[in-house]
């Protein structure tokens, strides 16, 4: 399918240098001259083919699907021809106007007539001769004059090949913009959980500073949270004394609703040391001597 949009952009094209260099070796490799001495050629030297195939192009205004058409004409003649068949100055000249009105009848529903066709070659050939050509050409065709997509496609490869090359890259761009995600896809795929937890699941590489300084900046919040997380003890108490606080909340008031004066007193009465005084002391009696409390050790 490429060949064919190949062919068809390539029709489009303007006659260029490239096509009538392309044509003028195309015709030079058909046949061999050897250089003759006649008359005629003295009087009317012939042009160079090059300068020949321009000024029909010039003349005739033909498009590059008639004139790049000859080619197919010009290889089949070269297949025909045989190797060692020598032409004089003027048979290279002759063999391309005729391949090139045979393109141009076959083509066109419309095509200058011979008559014009002498004219173009600028006296180089009469109308005769250009009848005769022609003639012999056909013969030598045998009158089969078709001209198939695959002989185009064959006789005009070193054009087509750039213009393949550029359409199937031109192919894998669009297939590219086709298949590139939109911003809104990006930022879909972005907050979905998956791509979340492949990134937490990634394993970073530790010979990064950044890597190393993320690390630490999360250990130091986790340190917070946790640190938010343990409920703070007052100074100077110890574990000892929030057992107490915590089992002296728990106690029943009514348990002791009954106790006595006498039996509370009693209790708060300090029961590891005893008194050795007998009777009041009167101020003025006292004596600094040595002390009458015991110890209970």
């Known amino acids: 399918m490429s060949d064919i949009e190949a062919l068809l952009q390539f029709n489009r094209k303007p006659v260029s240098q490239e096509m009538i260099t392309y044509l003028a070796r195309s015709t030079e490799s058909i046949i061999q001259v050897r250089e003759t001495h006649s008359m005629i050629d003295v009087a009317i030297p012939a042009p160079k083919l090059e300068l020949f195939i321009k000024k029909l192009v010039k003349y005739s205004n033909v498009q590059t699907p ?22 004089i100055e003027t048979t290279r000249h002759r063999i391309f106007l005729g391949c090139l009105i045979l393109s141009a009848k076959t083509l066109n529903d419309s095509s200058p007539l011979n008559k014009h066709w002498a004219q173009y070659t600028d006296g180089l050939l009469h109308l005769k001769e250009v009848n005769t050509i022609e003639r012999e050409l056909l013969e030598y065709f045998d009158w089969n004059l078709t001209l198939s997509t695959n002989d185009l496609i064959q006789s005009l490869a070193p054009f087509l090949k750039p213009i393949k090359d550029q359409i199937i890259r031109s192919r894998q761009q669009e297939l590219l913009l086709f298949n590139a995600p939109t911003p809104s896809q990006l930022k879909s795929y972005m907050n979905s959980p998956q791509s979340r937890s492949s990134s937490y699941n990634s394993i970073p590489s530790l010979s990064s500073s950044n890597t190393i300084s993320t690390i630490n900046s999360s250990r130091s919040r986790s340190s917070l949270n946790y640190s938010a997380n343990i409920q703070t003890i007052p100074e100077g108490e110890s574990d000892v004394v929030s057992q107490r606080k915590t089992s002296l909340s728990n106690l029943d008031p009514n348990k002791y609703a009954n106790t006595s004066v006498s039996e509370k007193r009693k209790s708060s009465r300090p029961i590891i040391l005893k008194t050795g005084l007998d009777k009041p002391m009167v101020a003025g009696q006292t004596k600094i001597k040595r002390s009458n409390w015991t110890n209970f050790f």
């Open 66 to 87: 008639t004139l790049m058409a000859t080619t197919v004409f010009l290889t089949k003649l070269r297949s025909i021809i045989p190797a060692n068949v020598y032409g």
